[in-house]
T-cell receptor, first 109, second 113 residues
Framework: KNEVEQSPQNLTAQEGEFITINCSYS?????LHWLQQHPGGGIVSLFM???GKKKHGRLIATINIQEKHSSLHITASHPRDSAVYIC???????????FGEGTQLTVNP | KAGVTQTPRYLIKTRGQQVTLSCSPI?????VSWYQQTPGQGLQFLFE???????NKGNFPGRFSGRQFSNSRSEMNVSTLELGDSALYLC????????????FGPGTRLTVL
């Protein structure tokens, strides 16, 4: 069992739909990161969370430390949101990042 | 501010050779981390450098090494290349810790033949 698991692995949505990507982890962490990777490889850091909820534009990230679970929500999805979304957890000692396998999101017009 | 730059962007090597990849962080950033991305294993943490010292290390063999210079620029070296080392190598810089926002470079695509 991987330390970090994401679901779903693949997600196809229609433009305008509300999207949720989930991340579960099995180890103690000090923080959780959500990353976005576009075709060609470029990675952008979206959020870093250690508790609660953060919002940036149409993106919302939440984390429940007790349940070891985080969600990334995209409201009013758009084709430009099509990318791989990756969850990464930072170990309790802050020593490294461990990554989930990623969720491939495709938003059709 | 200029972003994180990595050179070269593409590289082809043969088994047994060694390779050195370079990463220039955002000005003012002192932490540089390296990651390997492959289709099979996804993203994996290689190591992190801060103030010229390796602060953290992932589970990679000793063939993978790195260093950081006084200007925070970092290099990673892979010796005795194997076919399985073919991957996208990404570096990321942050102000001082992994907790800070990581800014990723475009990566170096290494192909080992």
């Amino acid at each position: 069992k991987n330390e970090v698991e994401q679901s779903p692995q693949n997600l196809t949505a229609q433009e305008g739909e509300f999207i949720t990507i989930n991340c579960s982890y099995s180890v103690g962490i000090s923080a959780l990161h959500w990353l976005q990777q576009h075709p060609g490889g470029g990675i952008v850091s979206l959020f870093m969370l250690s508790s609660g909820k953060k919002k940036h534009g149409r993106l919302i990230a939440t984390i429940n430390i007790q349940e070891k679970h985080s969600s990334l929500h995209i409201t009013a999805s758009h084709p430009r949101d099509s990318a791989v979304y990756i969850c990464a957890v930072e170990g309790a000692s802050g020593s490294r990042l461990t990554f989930g396998e990623g969720t491939q999101l495709t938003v059709n017009p | 501010k200029a972003g994180v730059t990595q050179t070269p962007r593409y590289l082809i090597k043969t088994r047994g050779q060694q390779v050195t990849l370079s990463c220039s962080p955002i000005s003012g950033h002192r932490s540089v981390s390296w990651y390997q991305q492959t289709p099979g294993q996804g993203l994996q943490f290689l190591f992190e450098y801060f103030s010229e010292t390796q602060r953290n290390k992932g589970n990679f063999p000793g063939r993978f090494s790195g260093r950081q210079f006084s200007n925070s620029r970092s290099e990673m070296n892979v010796s005795t290349l194997e076919l399985g080392d073919s991957a996208l190598y990404l570096c990321a810089s942050s102000l001082s810790t992994l907790r800070d926002t990581q800014y990723f470079g475009p990566g170096t695509r290494l192909t080992v033949l």
